[in-house]
């Protein structure tokens, strides 16, 4: 194994969580990004481990005890793909870190070099990234089967390599069996929010918070959006960021931009202040080999804020969503339907009330991020003190 000035001094006795500083590193996801820094970071540091955050316009300084540390914002994806990952190992490097948890499958190859180098490595695994990459209209259909199963071997690599993998999702931990791996599912921090405005004071507001691409029901939600305003005096309000500019355009060119209220990127606080005072919220994602077995962490977010859902009808969700009579199930895609079952919902407020009160309990209960957290940190303590062997803590 090569020496390396910034690796960790051997010793027989247990390493302390204080002694081994960890460095989050991500190209993709912006620097206060909900699951990496709100949940992850300040979860490691309030457990007492030096967290660093590497990330692409970070701001310089320490926030809630996680140091920021930037590296430029790229423009274009392939810039990002390319030249990130080693502005990203320059940063890390010189942040000092013995530690390394991994963000983005652009960063496998740094990985490996780190592991190289005798660091400790943690790879996270968000999506099921060579599913989606199936759906991903960037990459030409011809080669984006080859993209990934390419992926999967990359990932199949750092499995065996890397110390542990972070699996949001049961279905991605099932990918790496004999593994090093915990699933750590990316729910709600419950203390965020509130009980908001009284339920039947709140306006017909109808609200959807994520990612704006075709795929996650851009075009279904546009089509939806005439229906709820003509016929339920409803408004469908978007909060989110589209995937291009040329995407943002045609959506504003839809025939039905103009019945969306659209807020465009709204920080943590924001979006808990719109899901006080909305009446629905809505995950009318396509049906995609990623996403249907997806645990989105919107869907969990409404129910944390004590509304109903209305969600695709996936056999996963399917299971919370009628399991715990928090909301209903529509065909993806199917525009018309979506606006009735939303103008029920709004129709029937005293139902649409209790929906959200079991949501919300469901959520108090069982999918909450505090229980993660506890595994997140179980996971650190094992692999720092050299235990976490293959299978041993794998769910």
């Known amino acids: 194994m090569l020496a390396d000035r910034n690796a960790e001094p051997s010793s027989a006795r247990p390493v302390a969580r204080g002694e081994l500083p960890v460095v989050h590193m991500t190209t993709v996801h912006t620097p206060l990004d909900t699951r990496i820094f709100l949940k992850e970071c300040r979860s490691l540091a309030a457990a007492g481990f030096p967290v660093t955050l590497v990330a692409p316009a970070a701001p310089t300084g320490v926030r809630d005890g996680v140091t920021l540390y930037p590296i430029p914002q790229r423009g274009s ?6 030249v990130g990952p080693w502005e990203a190992w320059r940063a890390a490097r010189g942040a000092g870190g013995r530690v390394f948890h991994l963000h983005d499958p652009e960063l496998l190859g740094i990985g490996c070099l780190l592991k190289l180098l005798g660091h400790r490595v943690i790879y996270d695994i968000h999506e099921d990234v060579p599913s989606q990459v199936l759906a991903k209209p960037w990459i030409p259909r ?31 931990r099932a990918r790496f069996p004999n593994c090093r791996a915990e699933v750590v599912r990316n ?11 009284r339920y039947d004071e709140r306006p017909a507001i109808v609200t959807y918070v994520g990612a704006l691409v075709p795929e996650r029901g851009l075009w279904t939600m546009l089509e939806a959006a005439p229906y709820l305003r003509e016929q339920h005096r409803a408004t469908l309000v ?6 291009s500019r040329d ?20 920080g943590r ?10 009446r629905v919220g809505i995950v009318p994602l396509h049906r995609t080999p990623a996403y249907e077995v997806s645990l989105p962490v919107k869907m969990f977010e409404y129910m944390a804020a004590g509304i109903p859902v209305v969600a695709s009808d996936f ?41 959200g009160r079991r949501g919300r309990a469901a959520v108090q209960r069982r999918y909450a991020w505090a229980s993660e957290a506890r595994t997140l940190i179980a996971l650190y303590d094992s692999v720092l003190a050299g235990r976490h062997e293959r299978g041993e803590y794998g769910a």
Do not use: K
């Open 142 to 172: 011809s080669v984006r089967g080859l993209v990934g199963a390419g992926i999967a071997v990359l990932e199949a690599v750092g499995a065996r390599v890397f110390d542990a993998l972070v699996c949001a999702t049961p279905t991605i």
């Open 77 to 82: 994806r392939w810039s990002r793909m390319l």
């Open 247 to 266: 995407l943002e355009i045609s959506a504003q060119a839809h025939p039905g931009w103009g019945s969306v209220d659209f807020r465009g990127w709204l």
């Open 187 to 197: 729910y709600p921090i419950l203390q965020e929010f509130g009980s908001g405005v």
């Open 315 to 355: 056999p996963i969700w399917r299971e919370i969503i009628e399991g715990e009579a928090c909301g209903v199930l529509v065909e993806p895609a199917n525009a018309p339907v979506l606006a009735a079952l939303v103008g029920q919902l709004l129709a029937n407020p005293s139902e649409a009330e209790a929906m």
């Open 238 to 243: 978007i909060a989110g960021r589209f995937a």
């Open 269 to 278: 606080d924001e979006v808990v202040r719109l899901l006080a005072t909305s």
